[in-house]
């Protein structure tokens, strides 16, 4: 198995601008402009398909805060949240990654498309496919809640000699 780049980068913790328990935000190693971050999780996953929802709700959220933070310092004057999922969309690492891009106006990175003109047919099949896949939208995976740690046997002596040492004092009391 090869290594991965993006994993790699986030054992690296003095590169890190955060992290969490799920994810690391750092400095695009090679930017498309200045300022460019890139929000990762940290369980590694090649697409955004491969995600946990409670994770990309994470790193959505960051990446809202990423994007105030990058008008804020850097005096951006407008930002695009975006990612590249998969080869054909120009994913260049086998590593699911949500990057802010700081704009600029004239700042010469060019992110429009001419818009394409579908005929009604073409728009209603698209349509119709889309609704039969989107069906189950709103049922969102949930993170599975953390088993809860039970006192050492040695931690529930000493809280039952705690207990009874007060009890004891209490009964002393006129």
């Not at 955060?18 to 200045?34: N, Q, Y």
Request: glycine share 4%; aromatic share 4%.
């Amino acid at each position: 198995m090869t290594t991965c780049e993006v994993c790699e980068l986030v054992k690296d913790k003095k590169k890190l601008l955060f992290e969490d328990d799920k994810l690391a935000i750092t400095l695009a190693p090679k930017p498309a402009v200045a300022g460019h971050v890139w929000l990762v999780p940290k369980e590694h996953a090649a697409i955004l398909e491969q995600v946990p929802d409670f994770v990309t709700g994470k790193l959505f959220d960051k990446a809202n805060k990423v994007s105030i933070a990058v008008f804020e310092a850097l005096g951006a004057e407008g930002t695009n949240i975006m990612v590249s999922n998969g080869v054909a969309a120009g994913q260049s690492t086998n590593h699911c990654i949500v990057s802010v891009l700081p704009r600029r106006e004239n700042d010469g990175l060019n992110l429009a498309w001419q818009p394409k003109q579908l005929s009604e047919e073409e728009m209603s099949t698209i349509e119709l496919k889309l609704k039969e896949e989107t069906k189950n939208i709103g049922a969102f995976e949930k993170e599975k809640p953390k088993p809860k740690e039970l006192p050492k046997p040695e931690e529930v002596k000493e809280a039952e000699e705690e207990v009874n040492y007060l009890l004891k004092q209490l009964k002393r009391m006129p």
